[in-house]
Every structure is written in C-alpha cells, then in structure tokens.
C-alpha cells in the first residue's frame, strides 16, 4: 500500500517570489512520482512525473522537482511565481499498471499581489 | 473525442434519490477510473475498468455506489439514495495501459450537492 503526505494544506507566496510545495510518501515497493495542478473547476492537468533515471525533474510552466529516496520525499518547486500559478496541487503516487494513482490531500497555492 | 467528458457537470439532488454520472473516456484508453474529491480533500479512489477483465470497486465506500463500464467505452457511476456526505467533486480518468509511461487524463468532474 501506498500513502501520500502534503504536510502543507496552504502556501501562501507573493508574486515573483520562489515557492516550495512539500510532498513524502510511502511505499514497500518502487514507485513512480507525479505532480498534477488543478485549476477552478477544471480537471486535473499533469505537471510532472518521475519515473526514473534523473532525480531532477522538469515540467511545464516552469516547475520543477526533486525526488529523494533517501528522505522519501519529491517536493515542488519554481524559482517565480505568478499570479496564474493560483491553483490547487496535489502530489500522487503510483506503483505501476492497475495501481491507478494515490493521491496527497493537496495544497492551495496563494499568490499575493 | 479529444479529451474525458464528464456529464453532468453540476448536479443538485434531494437526499434519499438516486444520480447517475457519466465519463466518455479518450477513444482508444482501455483504463477508466473514478475518484471521489470531498472539499479540502484529496482524491479518493472509487473503482478501476480495464478492458473487459473485472473492475476494481475495492475503493467504493458503500453498496448504495455501482459502476458499469460498457467495453472500453462510456462508464456510468450510479449512488443509489444519496446521502448529504455523497457532496463532492467525482472525478473520471482515462488512460492506456502502462499510465505511468502514457499518462492520466482527467475529466473536468461532476459536482454533486445533496440538499
């Protein structure tokens, strides 16, 4: 089984400003990390994902992430933010296939004029 | 179609009657999954199709929740008399099978108020 901790329910972060977004999971098998943002009232859209190979990840819209095996974790980051990074966050795992996906319970990203 | 569609997707129901929610998948995705999204929650696993083996409902919370999935096509999630707890964003996706590699798409959800 697998678990998903946000330990952040709400950052709040002014426009310009670095974020971090803070995501630990927990699995007894090898896992695969994703990101989704979900705007209001949309959908969720994918971010990220680590899969294997370099613990750097990349995605769209400038973010970007960090997985840690050692410390179990895979937080988000972005050097800048913007106002249109206003959205709700949520850190998932999966252990493959038919896993389908366990999410965290999200973070509210703020940004502040 | 080009992504998941969800129908409705707002749905007010007195407590006590039965909903039915809908999910076209991509054309060609032969896994479906639905999630529940309580308010300030995360999303919680409800049931899982692929192809035409036996679906997954280890996630369904009760008996009053079915799903049907109809080949690798349309799938409807039926809550038989609702219950004012039952409130919540039911969220569908759709994938190819290794999801991981081929990633999630995810439908805009349903909105259900139970009043």
Redesign the interface.
């Known amino acids: 089984a697998q678990s998903v901790t946000q330990l952040d329910s709400q950052v709040p972060v002014f426009e310009e400003a670095p974020v971090e977004l803070r995501c630990n999971y927990s699995s007894s098998v090898s896992v695969y990390l994703f990101w989704y943002v979900q705007y209001p009232n949309q959908g969720l859209q994918l971010l990220l994902k680590y899969l294997s190979g370099s613990t750097l990840v990349k995605g769209i819209n400038g973010f970007e992430a960090e997985f840690n095996k050692s410390q179990t974790s895979f937080h988000l980051r972005k050097p800048s933010v913007h106002i249109s990074d206003t959205a709700e966050y949520f850190c998932a795992v999966s252990g493959g296939g038919a896993d389908g996906l366990t999410f965290g319970k999200g973070t509210h990203l703020i940004i502040q004029p | 179609g080009a992504g ?1 569609s969800q129908s409705p997707s707002n749905k007010v129901t007195e407590k006590g009657k039965d909903v039915e929610l809908r999910c076209d998948p991509i054309s060609g995705h032969t ?1 479906l ?1 639905w ?1 529940r999204q309580r308010l ?6 409800l049931i ?1 199709f ?1 192809g035409n083996s036996a679906p ?1 409902k280890s996630g369904l919370p009760s008996d009053r929740f079915s799903a049907e999935r109809t080949g690798e096509s349309v799938s409807t999630l039926t809550i038989q008399r609702t219950q004012q707890e039952d409130s919540a964003v039911y ?1 569908c ?1 759709s994938s190819l ?5 081929y ?2 798409t ?4 349903t909105r259900l108020t139970v009043v």
Not at chain 2, 40 to 45: A, D, K, M, R, V
Not at chain 2, 97 to 101: G, N, S, T, Y
């Open positions: 998941v896994a999954y999630y300030g929650q995360g999303l919680e696993f899982y692929q997954d969220l996706a099978l290794l999801p991981e590699i990633g999630y995810f439908g805009s959800g």
